[in-house]
């Protein structure tokens, strides 16, 4: 089956830096790529997907790159604001198992320093 | 709009003791799912059904069930309850894209 590996597993940046989470994909068939975000005590909440016929994904401060011959996708935060701090989880699916079906990574805490 | 709703928020059973935990959305979506979120180990799937009458195996079924007898309501059942299963429990729905309720921290003592 698949699997998704994410580093790092904490981060802290200074507040206006960039972030960079990075995750690593087992299955060259997967096509989706969720990012979630976690506040405390909260749900994960999708903050940008990417499928495998983009490169590249843009909303706002947050990006994500995608590299199917090496099978890793990457979260950027651009000018990082404290409301930023939470941990982000990564998620990739198979077509062949249903797109239901995410493997997620195991999850980067980012605190951002005031 | 609710969204997808979870209760109860927080359980502490004890070893053996069954329980139902209740998962509800209201957004109409064929498909829905149960993970398990334990330090360290990222969100595993546990059950997932693709409509109502229709239930699947996740990576980690093993000491629950799970039926889906209507769309909008998918419970996750503990029917003897271990330590292992100490974990905080989350439901899912999806349309286009994966929405989680807000979560159910259970203890096993």
């Known amino acids: 089956g698949e699997n998704v590996e994410q580093h790092p597993s904490t981060l802290s940046v200074q507040e206006g830096d960039s972030a960079v989470i990075k995750c690593t994909y087992s299955d060259s068939a997967s096509n989706y790529f969720p990012w979630y975000k976690q506040e405390l005590g909260k749900g994960p909440q999708l903050i940008i997907d990417i499928r495998s016929n983009v490169g590249e994904k843009k909303d706002q401060r947050i990006a994500v790159t995608l590299n199917k011959t090496a099978k890793h996708f990457s979260l950027h935060i651009t000018e990082t604001q404290p409301e930023d701090s939470a941990v982000y989880f990564c998620?990739?699916?198979?077509?062949?198992?249903?797109?239901?079906?995410?493997?997620f990574g195991t999850g980067t805490r980012l605190t951002i320093i005031p | 709009n609710a969204g997808v709703t979870q209760t109860p928020k927080f359980q502490v059973l004890k070893t053996g003791q069954s329980m139902t935990l209740q998962c509800a959305q209201d957004m109409n979506h064929e498909y829905m799912s149960w993970y398990r979120q334990d330090p360290g180990m990222g969100l595993r799937l546990i059950h997932y059904s693709v409509g109502a009458g229709i239930t699947d195996q996740g990576e980690v079924p093993n000491g629950y069930n799970v039926s889906r007898s209507t769309t909008e309501d998918f419970p996750l059942r503990l029917l003897s309850a271990a330590p292992s299963q100490t974990s905080v429990y989350f439901c899912?729905?999806?349309?286009?894209?994966?929405?989680f309720g807000s979560g159910t921290q259970l203890s096993v003592l």
């Open positions: 899912a729905s999806r349309g286009e894209k994966l929405f």
């Open positions: 998620a990739a699916s198979n077509p062949h198992f249903g797109n239901e079906k995410l493997t």
